[in-house]
Nanobody, 119 residues
């Protein structure tokens, strides 16, 4: 059982910055791959960034160089620092925790936090 609570969303102007936080409870945080996804109106949910339990990171091409994912296992928290925000970044951002057991994958999701980038 994993509970994920996101915070940090809001409205910013293009070029601005936000930092999203996701606090996990109810499990051993360090064992999970942690990621951020986003879903814009009328679009599929897409992976933005992932920080695996083994320390690997990956980013969507659209955010490389602008977004940084980090995690603090002692605080059971994963962050997404978003800089140089663009209007196309507007979406609901979801925190994801994935537990891999052999070939099985177990996914848990936060409730989402709205990010709006507009002038």
């Amino acid at each position: 059982q994993v509970q994920l609570v996101e915070s940090g969303g809001g409205s910013v102007q293009p070029g601005g910055s936000l930092r999203l936080s996701c606090v996990a409870s109810g499990t051993i945080f360090s064992m999970y791959d942690m990621g951020w996804y986003r879903q814009a109106p009328g679009k599929h949910r897409e992976l933005v960034a992932v920080f695996t339990a083994s320390g690997l990171t990956n980013y969507a091409d659209s955010v490389k160089g602008r977004f940084t994912i980090s995690r603090d296992n002692a605080k059971n928290t994963v962050y997404l620092q978003m800089n140089s925000l663009k209007s196309e970044d507007t979406a609901v951002y979801y925190c994801n925790a994935r537990h891999r057991v052999s070939e099985e994958k177990y996914d848990y999701w936060g409730q989402g936090t709205q990010v709006t980038v507009s002038s």
